[in-house]
């Protein structure tokens, strides 16, 4: 054939099915393919292919004894596996080629109607959705941990810091509950991305729609999507939704980051006991332990800002409607879901079995004199403006911090002995952490009865996640098997 390689008993020749002769590839054909990667597509796009021979043959735009070898070809490369397709410019292409190898050109009509534009934007949603899923559980058995700390650490004190330095005196509930607020919120924003990721973009074609007389309602259906993207143009080359969900990931990567952070710092100081399977050994250094996984998941931050940079500048400028720059888009949010999630399960496991050392806690509550904003509280309940109250309360720190400090500067601020303000009493409640703690009985406040309230509404809001998460996973699952259902009926 003159140079060319003669075509297989198919008609087929090693360019696949799409691009032929001089489209490809030549040279640049492995720069091209995306195969290997889309590996992590294969079954979802089996799933759209199924969804969308189906409704190829309802719409009778499709026979349907060719509707059932296209199925049936289906489940037998579904039982090969992603390793046996046969080379291609990506897995769309892959698979269309294999079911053209095992039934003929007929084979190739399950191609109608769409394009691997919309295909591929579909079998991406498809995929993602289980991801976030998976991400959105350990975010719930990451709360479920701060939870039980905070159940079980309501009366702990503890110390607690601004800019690193003692600041008040707090507890180990009061801590935990500020992480479980910080990943509810990212709980929230995964959930609100997955609401636009659950829109079904097949049906858009290349992006102008097509002749043929299709139901893209029943294909959204047939794969559990709540919806379909209405504008076919928008369907086919919009990935707003990768870029969404890859900032909520990096959000809640940057919260785990900070709760790694400040339990790397309680372990150094003797506060926190992380469990063996949450650290290493030196090689060299038989004494240490160190917390070696939750550094690596504040690391995980980094990872996933540079993700979302990634994708931005990747989708910046792009003109509509398909790019193949959308190639290379989706990797930096599979790379970041992959990253989070299990940093976000590491985090949960380290918090569930780290061992809280109450003495070393409290000994350090009341350090660097952190019981001063509640004198100063004290004295401005008494009638002192606050302001006076503040700069004598600051005197008595340079100078100990302790009652006599605070007499002594009393009389060298106020001109006044400090019982002539307060009942002495009542000031050496307030220096006490203990009493500090029980004192503050603001709504969010660190007492304990403050902390009830806020275990109780975040044990309802987390109810109210998992019962969410649970429900979306019987949603898909019913779409599934529905589907296999339908299949079931052609082949």
């Not at 479980?180 to 609401?195: F, I, K, M, S």
Request: with cysteine; aromatic share 4%.
């Amino acid at each position: 054939m003159s140079g060319e390689e003669a075509p297989d008993a198919d008609g087929l020749d090693d360019t696949g099915v799409v691009r032929r002769d001089r489209f490809s590839g030549g040279p640049a054909r492995s720069f091209l393919s995306s195969l290997a990667a889309d590996e992590r597509i294969f079954e979802a796009d089996l799933e759209v292919d199924r969804a969308h021979t189906l409704m190829l043959a309802e719409q009778g735009i499709l026979a349907d004894d060719t509707a059932g070898e296209i199925l049936t070809a289906l489940d037998a490369i579904e039982v090969d596996g992603h390793d046996s397709l046969p080379d291609g410019e990506d897995v769309h292409e892959a698979i269309e080629t294999a079911v053209i190898e095992r039934i003929g050109e007929e084979g190739g009509k399950m191609h109608t109607a769409r394009s691997r534009n919309d295909e591929v934007a579909t079998c991406i949603r498809y995929r993602l959705r289980e991801d976030v899923l998976d991400a959105v559980e350990t975010t719930l058995a990451l709360r479920e941990a701060l939870l039980d700390v905070a159940d079980e650490g309501r009366e702990t004190i503890m110390p607690g810091y601004t800019h690193l330095q003692p600041a008040q005196p707090t507890t180990v509930a009061h801590w935990a509950l500020s992480y479980e607020g910080a990943v509810r919120r990212d709980t929230e924003r995964l959930l609100d991305a997955y609401g636009r990721i659950n829109e079904s973009p097949l049906g858009g074609a290349a992006f102008a729609g097509t002749t043929f007389d299709i139901d893209r309602e029943r294909t959204a259906d047939l794969l559990g999507f709540a919806g379909v993207v209405e504008n076919s143009m928008d369907a086919s080359s919009s990935r707003d939704f990768l870029l969404e969900t890859t900032q909520a990931l990096s959000t809640h990567a940057t919260t785990l980051s900070g709760l790694a952070e400040d339990l790397i710092i309680f372990a150094n100081r003797g506060f926190v006991d992380l469990a063996d399977d949450y650290s290493s050994t030196s090689s060299i250094m038989p004494q240490k332990k160190n917390p070696d996984t939750l550094e690596l998941v504040r690391a995980v931050a980094g990872d996933a800002a540079g993700g979302v940079q990634g994708l931005t500048t990747t989708l910046k400028g792009l003109p509509r409607a398909y790019n193949r720059d959308l190639q290379r888009a989706t990797t930096h949010a599979w790379e970041t879901v992959d990253a989070v999630t299990e940093a976000g399960e590491v985090a949960a496991g380290a918090v569930a079995t780290a061992d809280w050392n109450d003495e070393a806690l409290a000994a350090e509550a009341g350090a660097g004199f952190s019981t001063a904003t509640g004198v100063a509280d004290l004295l401005a309940a008494n009638g002192l403006p606050f302001r006076t109250a503040h700069e004598m309360v600051a005197h008595a720190a340079e100078n100990g911090g302790d009652y006599d400090a605070l007499e002594a500067a009393a009389g060298d601020v106020l001109g006044e002995p400090l019982e002539s303000f307060v009942d002495p009493a009542a000031v050496e409640d307030a220096l006490d952490p203990e009493a500090s703690v029980a004192s503050r009985d603001s709504r969010g406040g660190p007492a304990p009865e403050a902390v009830t309230d806020q275990l109780e509404s975040a044990r309802e809001t987390l109810a109210a996640d998992e019962a969410t998460r649970a429900t979306t996973d019987e949603v898909l699952e019913d779409a599934h098997a529905a589907l296999r259902e339908e299949v079931n009926r052609y082949v």
